[in-house]
């Protein structure tokens, strides 16, 4: 089983940035894919990015060129990099991480940029 902690949320100008982190528990980390999601108050949770774990990685069109996922296997640490915020932007941030036919998910780290 894997469990994951989000962190580096909060409250932002818009164009600032922030890195958000996902720590995971378990040794077979380097070998999960690992994604983020968002969810927008009253939306739907909506895929942000991904990253493999070969280092593969994969963006929404709404987030290409702002966003970066990156991962860092012998902290256990799965990062995403968010420049040039913008209001629209504002969700609750989640990391999921894939092993073999199941799906671990963290508790969120809320994301709000102020225009």
């Known amino acids: 089983q894997v469990q994951l902690v989000e962190s580096g949320g909060g409250l932002v100008q818009a164009g600032g940035s922030l890195r958000l982190s996902c720590a995971a528990s378990g040794s077979t980390f380097r070998f999960n894919t690992i994604r983020w999601y968002r969810q927008a108050p009253g939306k739907q949770r909506e895929w942000v990015a991904t990253?493999?774990?070969?280092?593969?990685?994969n963006y929404a069109d709404s987030v290409k060129g702002r966003f970066s996922i990156s991962r860092d296997n012998a902290k256990n640490t799965g990062y995403l990099q968010i420049n040039s915020l913008k209001s629209e932007d504002t969700a609750v941030y989640y990391c999921s991480a894939l092993q073999g036919a199941d799906t671990y998910w963290g508790q969120g780290t809320q994301v709000t940029v102020s225009s």
């Open positions: 990253i493999t774990g070969s280092g593969y990685t």
